[in-house]
């Protein structure tokens, strides 16, 4: 359904976000993952129509998204990482706007604004002004926005910063059900969020694709990768120039490190005490980040 | 104490920064190059800026000599604080507020008396670099032009005689509507517009132009009525019309030598009276500042009572109105399946209301002189029409950079009626919302004449150019609000060609009309152009 044909995009001053990314998306929630800096959130504006790439190009249902804006727009929900509300207009003023830029109008507009801020749980809100919201009530009118116009396409940027555990579920459950029969385009540095909904996980560092994989062969590929130890707090500082440690605690028998990679890159006697552990996504997601995972 | 400098000089260096790389420098720019042309003309022209008439003579302005380039220099200066240097620096604690730093300079150590200081320092700063960049333009001037020698003092007294306290006055003052509900929003521009001419302008001329005119102002922030009395005072006592303004005379101009105006102590006592000035504003700020927590509002400490607890069954429930269950009330799949119809046509009628609905009682007021423009007879048509286009000011100013001010740019930009060039959007929008508020005044003029219809037409789209396209290319409202309350000022001072809309009783000739329609184009073209930049650059 997306084809994302070599995209590049070089900032004036030399800052190159994207270089010649290539990624076929299919229906289904795709986690886009990657250090700060790696490029997601200029690839998600490229996808949204807002940033033209400098090189490149991406295909929607065969058509060219970048020199057919207005194709994608139609079909698109899209939910960035930043975004601004009007502090003066109520939720529901807000959403009728937005959903009048859509093409939608009249009662069936009205109706679908107040479907979906049942939806997202701010219906006892909807006649307050957006200055007096908090964080994650934003949040979810933003979610509420991008869900105006039934998108096929869904490009959804950090949407679970400012949520509480309980929306946070929520908006899971919700994309998980969204997908079906759409394309979700999911970027978070939230490791779980993407366990939980995406079939398919891709991960971006400087701009280039460098892993493509379902969770599940991301986690096989993680087996017998991820080793847990306890070394002397006079040792950690060490430990951790020559690991890649994905967690650690103190406790009273000394520091107990979570690390991925290798194993022998631990000194003597705490090499022989490293014992392997089941990987998690996220220790995954760090082997990836390694030199030479790619 | 040093800690506190430390922080004041480092809020200074990125205000300063921030300002110097703002569209509002190269305003400051646009206005030296015109000031500098208007004020320090070519000798060989027929403009003055220096004027008066002694009996049965000709009109006679200065030879252009340094004490003659000097004091137009710190005229100019004094204009530029007049009519330009609030709006470069006003809104510097509104964008704290709006952006969300002000939140995290509230969380440090930093008092309110620091920040405010630390604002006004940095006011200060900028102002003073373009009051820099005047005087050396005025030297630039007197060495393309001049004749005689170069007399150093002759630029500086006069200018710094002006400057300082103009700069300290304007930055606190700046400070002062940033930080007082009411005037930190649109309409504080306008309302600044009106106290800045008549209060620090015009009242200060009036106090300094007694019979005798040999007195200085009692009150003169911005000096302006000052260097009138000293241009005065250094003039030949029958000498009269004596101007500071601009004068165009078809007939030549009597270029005679003059020595200048010499400052006496009264008058640097005054202007060092006026610096002091600055520090009221300032008080009255740190007093009204709520150090961005609503709470220490004062009409909100008098007004609001604390909440009363909610019962206990409300408790259970969330403050925003939902049940706290992670599931939802009903399903995605259960939403109504819904048609869009996507179109320019639906974005311009979206974007035309929210202008409507973005301004919930100047609106009525805008429809009330609207109303009262097309109804009233004679002079109260024109009154109310005057009205009119002044309450447009704070209702429009900021609507062509509303998503860059509210950070919604990709919320907005990516929905799919929207027309591709924004800044299109935008003037059409507005230009729908000018002529639907405008219905009263329009039915007035085409039952008047066909030459009014076009002249309000014409005028209402140049309106709509200038507004949504100066705030697009700017990412906000002020340019417009200062160029175009100048215009209007000069509109109902009976400035014929001013009047671009034609409902203040000139403007009508087809040149005038061609003109305003042809700078609404300039101004379109010219965003369009920064918008594919923009697009092109990912800025």
Same mark, same amino acid.
């Given at each position: 359904m997306l084809e994302i044909r070599s995209l590049s995009m070089r900032y004036?001053?030399?800052?190159?976000?994207?270089?010649e990314l290539s990624l076929s998306v299919g229906e289904g929630v795709l986690g886009l993952l990657g250090p700060n800096g790696a490029g997601k959130s200029t690839l998600m504006s490229i996808l949204a129509t807002v940033t033209r790439p400098t090189a490149g190009t991406f295909l929607w249902e065969g058509v060219d998204g970048v020199e057919h804006p207005l194709a994608v727009r139609r079909v698109l929900g899209y939910l960035p990482q930043d975004f601004g509300v009007y502090d003066k207009l109520t939720a529901r003023e807000f959403l009728l706007y937005l959903g009048r830029l859509k093409g939608l109008s009249g009662a069936a507009l009205k109706s679908r604004v107040d479907h979906l801020l049942q939806l997202v749980n701010l219906h006892g809100a909807a006649?307050?002004?957006?200055?007096?919201?908090s964080g994650g009530m934003r949040q979810r009118v933003g979610i509420a926005q991008a869900l105006l116009g039934d998108p096929k396409l869904l490009i959804v940027d950090e949407p679970t910063v400012g949520l509480d555990p309980e929306e946070r579920v929520r908006f899971r459950n919700l994309l998980s059900e969204i997908a079906h029969g759409r394309v979700v385009i999911l970027s978070t540095h939230i490791v779980s969020d993407v366990e939980a909904v995406a079939g398919t996980i891709a991960v971006l560092r400087a701009g280039r694709l460098v892993c493509r994989a379902t969770p599940e062969e991301l986690l096989s590929k993680a087996a017998g990768r991820v080793f847990a130890v306890v070394v002397p707090p006079d040792r950690l500082a060490e430990v951790q120039r020559r690991l890649a440690v994905s967690s650690l605690s103190r406790r009273s028998d000394g520091v107990h490190v979570r690390f991925v990679g290798d194993a022998s890159a631990l000194a003597g006697a705490e090499a022989g005490s490293a014992s392997p552990v089941e990987p998690t996504l996220e220790d995954a997601y760090l082997l990836t980040n390694l030199p030479g995972a790619a | 104490m040093s800690r506190v400098l430390l922080a004041m000089g480092a809020q200074l260096g990125a205000e300063v920064r921030t300002r110097l790389r703002s569209a509002g420098t190269l305003v400051a720019l646009a206005f030296i190059l015109v000031g500098s042309t208007l004020w320090m003309p070519d000798p060989r022209g027929k403009a003055a800026s220096l004027t008066w008439r002694l009996a049965g003579e000709a009109v006679n302005t200065p030879m252009y000599r340094s004490p003659y380039v000097g004091a137009a220099t710190a005229i100019l200066t004094a204009v530029f604080f007049v009519l330009v240097a609030f709006y470069l620096v006003a809104g510097s604690v509104r964008r704290d507020r709006e952006t969300g730093v002000g939140a995290i300079l509230a969380a440090t150590p930093l008092g309110k008396g620091a920040y405010l200081a630390g604002k006004v320092a940095a006011n200060t700063a900028y102002l003073g670099l373009i009051a820099a960049m005047i005087l050396a333009v005025g030297v630039g001037k007197f060495l393309a032009f001049g004749e005689g020698p170069f007399e150093p003092a002759r630029f500086l007294l006069p200018w710094l005689l002006v400057s300082v306290p103009a700069m300290l006055f304007v930055a606190a003052m700046a400070v002062l509507f940033d930080v007082t509900p009411g005037l930190r929003s649109r309409s504080g521009l306008v309302i600044w517009f009106f106290v800045s001419m008549f209060l620090f302008t015009a009242l200060p001329l009036a106090l300094g132009?007694?019979?005798?005119?040999?007195g200085l102002p009692a009150f003169d922030p911005i000096g302006l009525a000052t260097l009138h009395v000293l241009v005065k005072g250094s *003039?030949?006592?029958?000498?009269?019309?004596?101007?500071i303004g601009l004068i165009f005379r078809d007939g030549p101009l009597t270029r005679v030598p003059w020595a200048g105006i010499e400052i006496p102590w009264a008058a640097a006592a005054g202007r060092a009276a006026s610096a002091l000035l600055a520090v009221l504003p300032f008080l009255l700020s740190v007093a009204l500042f709520d150090r961005f927590d609503p709470a220490r509002r004062l009409a909100w400490r008098v007004l609001r009572r604390p909440p009363a607890s909610p019962p206990a069954a409300e408790n259970a429930s969330a403050p925003d109105g939902g049940g706290r269950t992670a599931t939802a009330a009903f399903r995605i799949q259960e939403l109504p399946a819904i048609d869009a119809n996507p179109g320019a046509r639906a974005a311009f009628l979206a974007e035309a209301r929210l202008i409507w609905e973005s301004s919930p009682l100047l609106r009525w007021a805008l429809l009330a002189a609207g109303v009262a423009g097309g109804a009233l007879p004679g002079e109260s048509a024109s009154f109310a029409a005057a009205a009119f286009l002044l309450i447009l000011v704070p209702v429009i100013s900021e609507a062509g950079a509303r998503e860059a001010l509210a950070g919604s740019e990709a919320l907005v930009f990516?929905?799919?009626?929207?027309? *591709?060039?924004g800044a299109l959007w935008k003037t059409g929008s507005l230009a729908l919302f000018l002529l639907a508020v405008s219905a009263p005044l329009l039915f007035r003029a085409a039952l008047s004449s066909p030459a009014r219809l076009i002249a309000l037409v014409t005028g209402l789209l140049f309106v709509s150019a200038f507004a949504s396209c100066s705030a697009f290319l700017t990412r906000g409202g002020k340019l417009f609000s200062g160029l175009y309350l100048a215009l209007w000022y000069a509109a109902v001072n009976r400035l014929a060609a001013a009047d671009?809309?034609?409902? *203040?009783?000139?403007? *009508?000739e087809p040149a005038v009309r061609s003109g305003y329609l042809a700078a609404g184009a300039a101004f379109l073209g010219l965003a369009m152009l920064v918008e594919r930049r923009r697009r092109l650059t990912g800025r």
């Open positions: 004036p001053g030399g800052t190159t976000a994207l270089s006649g307050r002004r957006l200055g007096g919201f | 132009d007694g019979p005798d005119a040999s *003039l030949p006592p029958e000498a009269r019309e004596v101007s990516s929905q799919p009626s929207v027309p *591709l060039s671009f809309c034609g409902v *203040l009783g000139g403007g *009508l």
